[in-house]
């Protein structure tokens, strides 16, 4: 079946603009996660959601960074005023059951944010 | 804080090289761990993991990992590598009662014929 599906897959933003980052996760998927990946360095938790419900959205670096799911399946990520620090790549992961403890997370292929 | 730490940065091996790969969390508590690897221009995906019982767990394309709980360690290996392990190499944690995956930074292999 379809993987996790992410779009854009690139975005170019000049400083200042909001964009936002779509996740579709694999269907039926309860789980779904959020995860911030600078140049160089490894995936890093932004936020996750049960269902519709955000359960930890304690990795979004600012106020300026906010997460939805409102039905539970595709979900937007959304970074306001951007800044050249939020130049990164944003995964999304999907995993079939409600908690991630001891589930594979399913990863999509990244939206690249490049802020000029 | 909870962290990984991956001591390898880029490592070049020759084909039919074995492969070690050092990981070290810090984490005091039960932890579920995961090597997970990105080919080429390809997503993120799972090679293997553990969460209980044998501390040498094996996964997919002949590699393999030991959890040793003592030195708070997951190294994964391989005996013989191929051009096709190409690829960048993640270890990950989550702390028990925890969600989030919390990755290193990773581990570049290059395999040449």
């Known amino acids: 079946g379809a993987g996790v599906s992410q779009s854009p897959r690139y975005k170019v933003a000049k400083r200042g603009q909001d964009v936002a980052l779509r996740c579709d996760p694999i269907?039926?998927?309860?789980?779904l996660f959020w995860y911030q990946q600078a140049l160089g360095q490894g995936p890093e938790f932004l936020t996750y959601?049960?269902?519709?419900?955000?359960?930890?959205k304690s990795g979004l670096p600012s106020d300026r960074f906010f997460a939805e799911r409102p039905e539970g399946s595709v979900s937007t990520l959304k970074i306001q005023r951007t800044q050249q620090e939020d130049s990164a790549v944003y995964l999304c992961?999907?995993?079939?059951?409600?908690?991630?403890?001891?589930?594979?997370?399913?990863f999509g292929p990244g939206t690249r944010l490049t802020v000029t | 804080a909870q962290s990984v730490s991956q001591h390898n940065h880029h490592v070049i091996l020759s084909e039919a090289a074995s492969l070690e790969l050092g990981c070290n969390y810090s984490?005091?508590?039960?932890?579920?761990l995961f090597w997970y690897v990105q080919y080429p221009g390809q997503h993120l995906q799972l090679l293997l993991k553990y969460f209980s019982g044998d501390p040498l767990v094996k996964g997919i394309k002949g590699f393999e990992a030991e959890f040793i709980k003592s030195k708070f360690s997951f190294n994964l290996r391989k005996p013989s590598v191929q051009w096709s392990d190409t690829a960048e190499y993640f270890c990950a944690v989550i702390p028990y009662n925890t969600d989030k995956l919390i990755f290193g930074t990773g581990t570049r292999l290059q395999v040449f014929p």
């Open positions: 984490y005091g508590g039960t932890v579920n």
């Open positions: 959601f049960q269902n519709e419900a955000q359960l930890d």
């Open positions: 269907s039926g998927h309860v789980s």
């Open positions: 992961a999907s995993s079939s059951t409600g908690r991630a403890l001891s589930y594979e997370q399913y």
